[in-house]
């Protein structure tokens, strides 16, 4: 079975742990210089929304339903490809 480096259950504790020490993470980091507020909040807003589309295509197992269809077509070729083999 394929190992998760990152599970869910562990990124929800991290972030719980985050929210309930009341650290404010601008205060952590750097200011950038080269680029103003409003680009650097678009970044972090689409970075959210990507992740949260990662997270849901990870979760309904669309992936995983297409793996194995994918699988099917591929070992339907290879019979396919054994019966023209084995006919010459």
């Known amino acids: 079975m394929k190992q998760n ?3 869910l259950s562990v990124t929800l504790k991290d972030l719980a742990v985050l929210k309930a020490s009341d650290i404010d993470l601008s205060s952590v ?7 103003s507020h409003e680009e650097s909040l678009q ?3 689409d970075l959210a ?3 949260r589309m990662v997270m849901k295509l990870a ?3 669309s992936i995983e339903n297409q ?3 994918i699988d099917g077509i591929r070992a339907q070729c290879e019979d396919i490809l054994a019966n023209l083999t084995s006919q010459e």
């Open 5 to 7: 480096n990152l599970p």
């Open 43 to 45: 970044q972090s807003l």
């Open 29 to 35: 980091l750097e200011p950038s210089k080269d680029s």
């Open 59 to 61: 979760n309904n197992g």
């Open 67 to 69: 793996g194995a269809r």
């Open 49 to 51: 929304k990507e992740a």
